[in-house]
């Protein structure tokens, strides 16, 4: 399992539809990669300027909409997960 640092998170994104509207079945080339995932991990915060942390504002299992380019992908084994700083995070998806 991998443990962010710092101000990270690690997000699992979830799978964008195979199918348009009318349709038809998408390769995964022609797919585009979501900008929505599952915050799987959570660093301990941001250091301030004074030595004070704050924490994250984001949990394990939230759902959450990112920047399109942001991040690293990282493979381990069968999973690719998205490392990424929290200020990447554009918003929580509240069901």
């Known amino acids: 399992m991998?443990?962010?640092l710092g101000n990270r998170v690690i997000i699992e994104r979830k799978e964008q539809e195979q199918t348009t509207k009318s349709g038809i079945v998408l390769t995964d080339s022609a797919k585009e990669k979501s900008n929505e995932g599952v915050v799987v991990a959570v660093g301990s915060g941001r250091l301030l300027d004074n030595g004070e942390k704050v924490a994250p504002e984001v949990k394990e299992g939230d759902t959450v909409v990112f920047q399109e380019y942001a991040g690293t992908e990282v493979k381990r084994g069968d999973?690719?997960?998205l490392i990424?700083?929290?200020d990447?995070?554009?918003a929580i998806i509240e069901k």
């Open 79 to 81: 999973e690719t997960h």
């Open 88 to 90: 990447d995070l554009l």
């Open 2 to 4: 991998l443990k962010p």
């Open 84 to 86: 990424l700083n929290a």
